[in-house]
């Protein structure tokens, strides 16, 4: 596999101590603050259908190395996410004579890690899979993306996203037109969805669902616009943007599915009728129609990224599904622990965030730089010498 210009590396458990995250490939001289990230984690914690932990712990990310009077110095970047629920963990532990153990969970829940966690590493205790298994870890890549996302936008680019559907209201994929979507469309909505009417349906529809003990899922799109034509290759198959994209959004808990552009649809056109024809417009090159996504060979052709994300039903039910107890192998009901109904619309805001790494590690290999001032030369004279 190519070695990224961005890497990044998460580390801890839902209910340890902390999170942490290490960014390793930034420029020296991008500026940045904790407070630049913290809309982002807030976001990630929004959202109708979300659980009780939410309620216990608002999200910050400390930045405990690599940068310094708030500019980065090109060495990594550590951010640090205190889980405040840490305390509560206490609850989850019964006493012995040593003091307190953690409780054992051994029923299985179907559609967690849990069975095939607990056979790979040899655990009896399901929680020892649990605990890094969960969409905790999810907030360290929101942490991280919202760097990502600050260098961004001095190259004028901007990652967005909405629910497309939960359940079965579904505004189609003609339902949003991104181009003049604003963030105020997507936020001001309790399910993140651009439809004043469809978001109460959606919120209802969460609510029924809550009521009977079960579950939904949905779709969310992210669109990144302002993206320079020429991020990623054609010339090896692990050089392909959409191939890498496709990785990142599929790591996120509960992802099932993932479409660029027309995707699934479009795949039942005729070319005539999904093709985006090329035209010549005030000095660039434009596609008339962006049903490729933005994406054409792995590479970016000067169009919005645009993809769509399948998330499943949540798998933890107050009606619980029928399992097997892991260590006494009797049939069982699933253990059931504090859970969110739907993640929806926080998925998307995690979407977003893996979108702009994955755009910030492309951005960085095609115009390099090791500090902030060396890149955006190496952006401009890209840009204008393909506008000549
Ligand atoms: C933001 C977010 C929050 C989640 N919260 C829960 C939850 O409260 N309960 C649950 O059962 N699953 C939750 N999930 C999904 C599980 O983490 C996920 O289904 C599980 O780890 C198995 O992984 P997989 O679905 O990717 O195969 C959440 C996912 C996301 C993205």
């Given amino acids: 596999m190519i070695a990224s210009m961005l890497r990044f590396l998460t580390s801890g458990e839902s209910h340890g101590p902390q999170l942490t995250v290490v960014i390793e490939g930034l420029p020296a001289g991008l500026e940045i603050s904790e407070d630049d990230l913290r809309r982002d984690l807030a976001r990630r914690q929004g959202g109708h259908g979300r659980g009780g932990r939410q309620k216990i712990e608002t999200d910050v990310a400390r930045i405990v190395s690599g940068v310094r009077g708030g500019y980065t110095l090109g060495s990594p970047v550590t951010l640090v996410l205190e889980n405040k629920d840490h305390v509560n963990w206490t609850g989850q532990m019964t006493a012995?004579?040593?003091?307190?153990?953690?409780?054992v969970v051994t029923r299985l829940r179907p559609g967690h890690a849990d069975l095939a966690g607990a056979l790979k590493y040899g655990h009896t205790d399901i929680r020892n899979v649990l605990e890094r298994s969960s969409a905790r870890e999810t907030a360290t890549r929101v942490a991280a993306g919202g760097v990502a996302r600050k260098m961004l936008?001095?190259?004028?680019?901007?990652?967005?996203?909405?629910?497309q559907s939960i359940g079965k209201i579904d505004i189609g994929f003609e339902g949003c037109d991104p181009d003049i979507l604003t963030e105020d469309?997507?936020?001001?909505?309790?399910?993140?969805?651009?439809?004043?009417?469809?978001?109460?349906?959606?919120?209802?529809?969460?609510?029924?669902?809550?009521?009977?003990?079960?579950?939904?899922?949905?779709?969310?799109?992210?669109?990144?616009?302002?993206?320079?034509?020429?991020?990623?290759?054609?010339?090896?198959?692990?050089?392909?943007?959409?191939?890498?994209?496709?990785?990142?959004?599929?790591?996120?808990?509960?992802?099932?599915?993932?479409?660029?552009?027309?995707?699934?649809?479009?795949?039942?056109?005729?070319?005539?009728?999904?093709?985006?024809?090329?035209d010549y417009q005030e000095g660039r090159?434009?596609?008339?129609?962006?049903?490729?996504?933005?994406?054409?060979?792995?590479?970016t052709n000067?169009?919005?990224?645009?993809?769509?994300?399948?998330?499943?039903?949540?798998?933890?039910?107050k009606k619980p599904m029928r399992s097997i107890d892991l260590n006494t192998k009797e049939k069982t009901e699933a253990?059931?622990?504090?859970?969110?109904?739907?993640?929806?619309?926080?998925?998307?805001?995690?979407?977003?965030?893996?979108?702009?790494?994955?755009?910030?590690?492309?951005?960085?290999?095609?115009?390099?730089?090791?500090?902030?001032?060396?890149?955006?030369?190496?952006?401009?004279?890209?840009?204008?010498?393909?506008?000549?």
């Avoid at 008339?288 to 933005?294: D, F, H, I, K, V």
């Avoid at 399948?310 to 039910?317: E, H, N, R, V």
Wanted: with cysteine.
């Fill in 96 to 103: 012995s004579k040593e003091g307190f153990e953690p409780k």
């Fill in 285 to 299: 090159f434009r596609h008339l129609t962006n049903r490729a996504g933005g994406l054409t060979g792995g590479v």
């Fill in 302 to 317: 000067g169009e919005p990224i645009d993809l769509r994300v399948a998330i499943k039903p949540i798998s933890t039910m």
């Fill in 153 to 163: 936008s001095h190259f004028g680019i901007d990652v967005v996203s909405f629910t």
């Fill in 335 to 388: 253990h059931y622990e504090r859970s969110d109904v739907c993640v929806v619309p926080a998925a998307g805001v995690i979407g977003e965030s893996v979108v702009a790494l994955t755009i910030a590690d492309a951005l960085l290999e095609k115009f390099g730089g090791d500090s902030m001032v060396e890149l955006e030369r190496n952006y401009r004279s890209f840009v204008e010498s393909i506008a000549q």
């Fill in 185 to 278: 469309d997507v936020e001001r909505s309790p399910v993140r969805c651009p439809d004043p009417e469809a978001s109460i349906q959606m919120v209802a529809a969460i609510d029924e669902a809550a009521e009977q003990g079960d579950t939904l899922g949905g779709t969310f799109r992210v669109i990144a616009r302002g993206v320079p034509p020429g991020l990623g290759s054609y010339v090896h198959w692990d050089r392909k943007l959409d191939g890498r994209l496709a990785q990142a959004v599929l790591s996120i808990n509960a992802v099932k599915g993932v479409e660029f552009g027309a995707g699934f649809l479009g795949a039942g056109r005729r070319g005539s009728d999904f093709h985006d024809e090329i």
